[in-house]
């Protein structure tokens, strides 16, 4: 199994971005997708889930109304929309799937200047 994050990269405060999961080596479309960040010197948390199908979401308090999870189910991708950025979303934000979870993406970093 793998899962391939990418999207990261450096935006100014206010700006976007949109992470993408691909993932290869599972069915996709029966596993729970969730993108978790760990900042410098934090541990990691959890940041949106989606279930399998896509119907249900949730986010934590902390991206609330900016980040919006996604998945394409046909092209074994998940998203994830970042809007209005701060500087405290700077980390490294990795994809996972399954109910664990069970497998876990390599990272994509993400840097907001203020």
């Known amino acids: 199994v793998q899962l391939q994050a990418s999207g990261g990269g450096l935006v100014q405060a206010g700006g976007s971005l949109r992470l993408s999961c691909t993932a290869s080596?599972?069915?996709?479309?029966?596993?729970?997708m969730a993108w978790f960040r760990q900042a410098p010197g934090k541990e990691r948390e959890s940041v949106a889930s989606?279930?399998?199908?896509?119907?249900?979401?949730s986010y934590a308090d902390s991206v609330k109304g900016r980040v919006t999870i996604s998945r394409d189910n046909a092209k074994n991708t998940a998203y994830l929309q970042m809007n209005s950025l701060k500087p405290d979303d700077t980390a490294v934000y990795y994809c996972?799937?399954?109910?664990?979870?069970?497998?876990w993406g390599q990272g994509t970093l993400v840097t907001v200047s203020s």
């Open positions: 996972a799937a399954g109910t664990s979870p069970a497998y």
């Open positions: 080596g599972l069915i996709f479309s029966m596993y729970r």
């Open positions: 989606i279930s399998a199908s896509g119907v249900r979401t």
